[in-house]
């Protein structure tokens, strides 16, 4: 089976740079991705890593490495407006490559 | 449409009674899926189609869930005798990758909000 953690909430202030980790278990990696959610709206993708590494787009950035199955979402000069729920996804290549998310971590942004 | 459209937005229905879901795709997206949210927890993994084709149905809580896809686009989940542990947010998503890559960048719909009374 796979598994994800991520921790629950993270706090920040407006301008800081936060960093919301997420580990998993999973047999036959496939990538890990990221997805933002602001309460009552849908997941939207923020990005996807398959290599290990920082990929960089804009204020957010996420890192993968595969040896020590980890990986991580950079979030630079916070905004209030990036209070959220963010989720990793991690799918295998054991089968239907079916993601399964973790149970999100609540990012509040405070002023 | 330009994005995932999912209807109702809301659902109210009394235990017992049979609801469809249904999910409109981006246009082109060969990949789909059905997840299920309840209140502050994660995606549930439902169902998987590739075109009108369900590779994976593992997710499905019972078989009071079923769900199809026609014509490679629009899809319906059903829930027969619905049950108050059935209130939740359903959520659809599409894909325009297809195999394994199809999970890497899913759109999502709004969501059905289903309360089971």
């Known amino acids: 089976g796979q598994s994800l953690e991520q921790p629950s909430e993270v706090t920040a202030v407006e301008g800081a740079i936060v960093q919301i980790n997420c580990t998993y278990q999973?047999?036959?990696?496939?990538?890990l991705s990221w997805y933002q959610q602001h309460d009552g709206g849908a997941p939207t993708f923020l990005s996807y890593?398959?290599?290990?590494g920082l990929e960089e787009t804009g204020r957010f950035s996420s890192f993968l490495s595969r040896s020590d199955s980890y990986g991580y979402l950079l979030l630079q000069e916070l905004q209030m407006k990036d209070s959220a729920s963010y989720f990793c996804?991690?799918?295998?290549?054991?089968?239907?490559?079916?993601?399964?998310f973790g149970r999100g971590t609540s990012l509040i942004v405070h002023p | 449409g330009a994005g995932v459209s999912q209807s109702p937005s809301n659902k109210v229905t009394e235990k017992g009674k049979d609801v469809e879901l249904r999910c409109d795709p981006i246009s082109g997206h060969t990949a789909l899926y059905w997840y299920r949210q309840s209140l502050g927890q994660g995606l549930e993994f439902l169902i998987y189609f590739q075109g009108n084709s369900a590779p994976d149905k593992s997710g499905l809580p019972s078989d009071r869930f079923s769900a199809e896809r026609t014509g490679g686009s629009v899809s319906t989940l059903t829930i027969q005798r619905t049950q108050q542990e059935d209130s939740a947010v359903y959520l659809c998503?599409?894909?325009?990758?297809?195999?394994?890559?199809?999970?890497?960048?899913?759109?999502f719909g709004p969501g059905t909000r289903l309360t089971v009374l």
């Open positions: 999973t047999s036959g990696f496939y990538g």
């Open positions: 890593n398959a290599l290990d």
């Open positions: 998503a599409s894909s325009p990758r297809t195999g394994g890559n199809s999970y890497n960048e899913q759109f």
């Open positions: 996804a991690v799918a295998s290549s054991g089968g239907s490559y079916i993601p399964t």
